[in-house]
């Protein structure tokens, strides 16, 4: 994962990290054929409002197949530009691409519900992360939020159904598709009080968003 120099003056911004599998796209186990790709029902749509809002948009992904074998980086990139590509086609720009490819096993800090990959991109980005929203159909995805002082969505697409009860028992939003859950995360994020420093609110456990790196 390359991290580059954020750039200045562009610290704090608010962003949606999305989920790739089962979020974005259809869910289809361990895929690495671009051929494969199926943008969800109403991503396009959520995307575009989301975008439209001022949220910096970016994915955070986990593929443990690259760990296990079954396909490599490249094809891992591949199905990410096809991905971009038809987000593209929407009018939708993909600000960020961070992928896990390590395993259950490896212990690494990036692999979702661990924070690695959210810190990754809020560094290169320049986010605020307690501004910041996770949205992804697993609980992992919602436990990296958690770890990082973000807000969760947890969709009912893809693996969704298996992680509904918990999230709803947990008090995190669920929605049915991504453009539900950009009307959630608007309408949440409009009842916040203007011009109030709105943290506090939103934080959970005592995990602190990483501060944002010096400029030099
Ligand atoms: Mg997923
Ligand atoms: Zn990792």
Redesign the pocket.
Known sequence: MAIDEPALGTSGRPAVLL?R???VIV?SNYLCDPAGVALETGAAAGLQVLAASGYVLAVITNQSGIARGRFGWAQTEMVNARVAALLKTAGVDIAGWFVCPHGPADGCACRKPRAGLALAAAAVLGLDLSRSWIV???QSDIAAADAVGARGVLMLT??GGNHAAWARAAGHPVAATLHDAAGLILKTDAARVPGGDQRPLFRRGNVRPPARPAPR
Do not use: C, N
């Open positions: 989920d599998d089962g979020t869910e992804g159909d697993k893809g693996h």
